[in-house]
């Protein structure tokens, strides 16, 4: 009994002295300004910054291979404490998030097929390259809203994934998933988008969806600073747009939406109220 | 015949689906008739696309050559008719896309190309034969269109010692092998006769399902003059699939990720027997197939000799139109074939049947979550673990889905078919193999 005792008792003091003079010894330094910049990141480790992990990132941005401004989940109040913390000027970007370019739900895109199997938009576009006719929109199983870290996507009644605004931080994990290339990165501060992915000439998208751009370029007479149009698909011109909502009840398709007005029907979000750009901000 | 005496051989796992062969087993083997227009696509066989080598507006024979093989693992198109090339551009294809096809004008004539000769296979050398057979396009009419010529050139280090062929039509509904066993019996065996000599060897099996008593019948009866041994085989699905087959008759296991050339055997359909004798004797390209129109949603379910690039609607038409509002398509047999758009696609080299079915024919169930039953194991011919792989699948966790074997998977449908719980366990397993070739490729 006493042995024993004595035994495990002696084991542990050596263990406890060996930490000990170990720790001291072996210290790691680390720079305390990387554990304050550990600290203020939001701790997804959703990998929006290109690394795998905050810890990587905090460390990056010590050693300065990386700039303190690519945490776009933390949004400007992350980027202005690191800022703070490194002893820089904060030069916050307009934040950008994820939109999902398609409207065209169960109710108004034909399908070519019913599909049935996996619950899965890969899976399903390897199926004759998907249930729709259209070769660019949304097919609504949901892999964009499994992939978001975020919890920021959710399938509308109708089958369309819709982005929340003030959920989504621009991670683009939804980007990398989506098979269609639908999802497309816009800056916050506008809120006016062309919902449609095709590129198809008009005749054909009127074809086969309610609500698909014709390219009809109404929006581009009206607001030419606004809106340009390639291949056949219109699109805001995020650089130079002054107000694109102006146009939106001209569209004849109704393919332009304004989020602030509302997320498109059968959606359970509510219109965000509108988000200044960072300029005016200042 | 008693087929208990028959020594039935077979191999572990699989199924027996109800198999529909009711419908058409005992309809002879009818020849469609003309339809209006021809769509022949390019891509027809496994490997490469042929390409094209006619002009629009060209005047082609029955038998002409119209798309040259790209490659070795590639073979060559022939018109299937006479008549005018009107077209060459994307049309619909059984895959479910558009892609490159050349459109003929029947002219009404049928008649064949002159410059096409056959001959003795007597005078001929084995490699003359293979050449023929190369350039008559003949590729796997099992369904596989796999190019004969390639399977006919095993590497030197490989002895082949048996020829197996397939008479099995394990898959549901379908009657076309069956009907050629009894229609066509001295072609295939003339056929056998070619390939024996191509191969260089003796041994000659043809494996049968012994639910076609009468063609295991005949065959033997014609087979045994010639040295050619018949095999009655259990009722089971998937028996015809090439590794199961020879486990069944040789005994052999094919290992994991090898061809049958490994265990020195030559796997062949019965049809494509049967067109290598006219490829050889007549000098006849494969520009014909037999094809089973069947199912509950056809009203006068039919056998027929088809043109290739006949369009489904036509091959309906031919069998008393349609029994009601179609609500799936297929092409080929329900387990492994291939869900159709529409009826404007044509039948091509590797269209065994047509089946159609009605919404009252397709029961559906929601998929619920895997009961952990174990059927989808029992059932597997590869011996894998479906439901394992499906899941992983589902999770997008690939590497756990090679590590469980999902390339060995030959996409049989016996898990799906079985699962209580109606998972949708093949898909599952396709889309994890596609990713995996695709970061193989990339890597
Ligand atoms: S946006 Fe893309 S990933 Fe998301 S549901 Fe639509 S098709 Fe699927
Ligand atoms: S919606 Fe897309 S970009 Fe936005 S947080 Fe989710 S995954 Fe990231
Ligand atoms: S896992 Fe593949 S080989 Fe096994 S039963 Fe399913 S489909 Fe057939
Ligand atoms: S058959 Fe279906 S329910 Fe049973 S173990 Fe396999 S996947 Fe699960």
């Known amino acids: 009994m006493l042995a024993s005792v004595l035994t495990l008792g002696g084991i542990g003091l050596f263990a406890a002295v060996a930490l000990g003079i170990a720790a001291k010894k072996f210290a790691v330094e680390i720079d305390p300004r990387e554990l304050a910049i550990l600290e203020v990141l939001p701790g997804a480790n959703c990998g929006a910054c290109g690394l795998p992990g905050c810890g990587g990132y905090a460390k990056a941005i010590v050693d300065g291979s990386m700039a303190p401004n690519l945490c776009t989940p933390g949004g400007s109040e992350t980027i202005e404490k690191i800022a703070h913390i490194m002893g820089v000027e904060a030069i916050s970007a307009d934040p950008q998030i994820a939109v999902v370019c398609c409207q065209g739900d169960n109710s108004k895109a034909s399908l070519k097929y019913q599909y049935l199997g996996l619950e899965d938009c890969n899976a399903a576009q390897k199926v004759a390259d998907g249930p729709k006719n259209c070769p660019g929109g949304c097919v609504g199983l949901g892999s964009c809203v499994r992939a978001c870290p975020f919890d920021a996507i959710e399938i509308t009644t109708e089958g369309l994934a819709v982005i929340n605004r003030l959920k989504c931080t621009g991670c683009q994990k939804c980007i990398a998933t989506c098979p269609r290339s639908v999802i497309k990165m816009t800056?916050?501060?506008?809120?006016?988008?062309?919902?449609?992915?095709?590129?198809?000439?008009?005749?054909?998208?009127?074809?086969?969806?309610?609500?698909?751009?014709?390219a009809c370029q109404i929006c581009k007479k009206n607001a030419p600073e606004s809106y340009q149009i390639e291949k056949f698909l219109a699109r805001v011109d995020y650089d130079s747009a002054e107000n694109p909502e102006a146009v939106v009840e001209k569209c004849p398709t109704?393919?332009?939406?304004?989020?602030?007005?509302?997320?498109?029907?059968?959606?359970?979000?509510s219109a965000p109220s509108p988000v200044k750009k960072p300029e005016q901000v200042a | 015949?008693?087929?208990?005496?028959?020594?039935?051989?077979?191999?572990?796992?699989?199924?027996?689906?109800?198999?529909?062969?009711?419908?058409?087993?005992?309809?002879?083997?009818?020849?469609?008739?003309?339809?209006?227009?021809?769509?022949?696509?390019?891509?027809?066989?496994?490997?490469?696309?042929?390409?094209?080598?006619?002009?629009?507006?060209?005047?082609?024979?029955?038998?002409?050559?119209?798309?040259?093989?790209?490659?070795?693992?590639?073979?060559?198109?022939?018109?299937?008719?006479s008549g005018e090339v009107i077209a060459i551009e994307p049309r619909l294809h059984p895959m479910g896309k558009a892609l490159p096809a050349i459109v003929i004008k029947p002219d009404g004539e049928d008649a064949w190309d002159e410059n096409l000769k056959g001959a003795n296979p007597d005078d001929l050398?084995?490699?003359?034969?293979?050449?023929?057979?190369?350039?008559?396009?003949?590729?796997?009419?099992?369904?596989?269109?796999?190019?004969?010529?390639?399977?006919?050139?095993?590497?030197?280090?490989?002895?082949?010692?048996?020829?197996?062929?397939?008479?099995?039509?394990?898959?549901?509904?379908?009657?076309?092998?069956?009907?050629?066993?009894?229609?066509?019996?001295?072609?295939?065996?003339?056929?056998?006769?070619?390939?024996?000599?191509?191969?260089?060897?003796?041994?000659?099996?043809?494996?049968?399902?012994?639910?076609?008593?009468?063609?295991?019948?005949?065959?033997?009866?014609?087979?045994?003059?010639?040295?050619?041994?018949?095999?009655?085989?259990?009722?089971?699905?998937?028996?015809?699939?090439?590794?199961?087959?020879?486990?069944?008759?040789?005994?052999?296991?094919?290992?994991?990720?090898?061809?049958?050339?490994?265990?020195?055997?030559?796997?062949?359909?019965?049809?494509?027997?049967?067109?290598i004798s006219d490829a050889v004797r007549l000098g006849r390209p494969l520009v014909e197939r037999v094809v089973t129109i069947t199912g509950p949603g056809?009203?006068?379910?039919?056998?027929?000799?088809?043109?290739?690039?006949?369009?489904?609607?036509?091959?309906?038409?031919?069998?008393?139109?349609?029994?009601?509002?179609?609500?799936?398509?297929?092409?080929?047999?329900?387990?492994?074939?291939?869900?159709?758009?529409s009826l404007e696609t044509p039948a091509i080299?590797?269209?065994?049947?047509?089946?159609?079915?009605?919404?009252?024919?397709?029961?559906?169930?929601?998929?619920?979550?895997?009961?952990?039953?174990?059927?989808?194991?029992?059932?597997c011919p590869i011996h894998l673990q479906p439901t394992a792989i499906a899941t992983y699948a589902r999770l997008d966790l690939f590497d756990e889905a090679e590590e469980y074997h999902a390339l060995d998977c030959i996409e049989c449908g016996c898990c799906t078919y079985t699962c209580p719980a109606t998972l949708p366990l093949v898909q599952s397993i396709r889309y994890a193999k596609a990713a995996i070739l695709a970061k193989k490729r990339t890597i």
């Open chain 1, 187 to 214: 800056p916050l501060s506008t809120t006016t988008h062309v919902l449609c992915n095709s590129t198809d000439k008009g005749a054909l998208v009127r074809k086969y969806c309610q609500v698909g751009c014709i």
């Open chain 1, 254 to 269: 109704k393919c332009i939406r304004d989020f602030s007005t509302g997320y498109p029907e059968g959606s359970s979000f």
């Open chain 2, 1 to 81: 015949m008693n087929l208990k005496a028959m020594n039935l051989k077979t191999f572990k796992g699989g199924l027996h689906p109800p198999d529909g062969k009711e419908f058409s087993a005992t309809k002879a083997i009818e020849v469609c008739p003309l339809p209006e227009e021809i769509i022949i696509p390019l891509a027809q066989h496994i490997g490469a696309p042929a390409e094209v080598c006619v002009e629009v507006g060209a005047k082609v024979k029955k038998g002409t050559l119209i798309a040259t093989a790209r490659g070795f693992v590639s073979a060559p198109i022939h018109a299937s008719t």
């Open chain 2, 125 to 275: 050398s084995g490699d003359e034969l293979k050449a023929c057979i190369q350039a008559a396009g003949i590729v796997g009419m099992g369904g596989a269109t796999f190019p004969t010529h390639v399977k006919l050139s095993p590497p030197a280090d490989k002895q082949i010692d048996t020829l197996i062929l397939n008479g099995v039509e394990c898959e549901p509904y379908l009657t076309a092998d069956h009907r050629m066993m009894l229609e066509a019996t001295e072609q295939i065996l003339d056929g056998i006769a070619i390939l024996r000599k191509v191969l260089g060897i003796e041994r000659a099996v043809i494996g049968i399902e012994a639910n076609k008593p009468d063609a295991i019948e005949k065959m033997t009866k014609e087979a045994a003059a010639r040295n050619i041994e018949v095999q009655a085989l259990e009722v089971k699905y998937p028996q015809g699939a090439e590794k199961q087959l020879i486990d069944a008759i040789t005994g052999r296991q094919v290992p994991s990720g090898t061809l049958p050339m490994e265990v020195g055997v030559v796997v062949q359909n019965v049809g494509t027997a049967a067109a």
């Open chain 2, 298 to 341: 056809i009203k006068e379910p039919k056998n027929l000799l088809v043109r290739i690039g006949t369009p489904l609607q036509f091959l309906v038409d031919q069998c008393e139109g349609l029994n009601g509002e179609p609500a799936k398509i297929i092409m080929g047999g329900p387990m492994m074939g291939q869900t159709q758009l």
């Open chain 2, 349 to 379: 080299r590797g269209t065994s049947g047509l089946l159609i079915f009605r919404k009252e024919d397709l029961p559906r169930y929601e998929a619920g979550p895997c009961i952990r039953c174990g059927r989808c194991i029992g059932a």
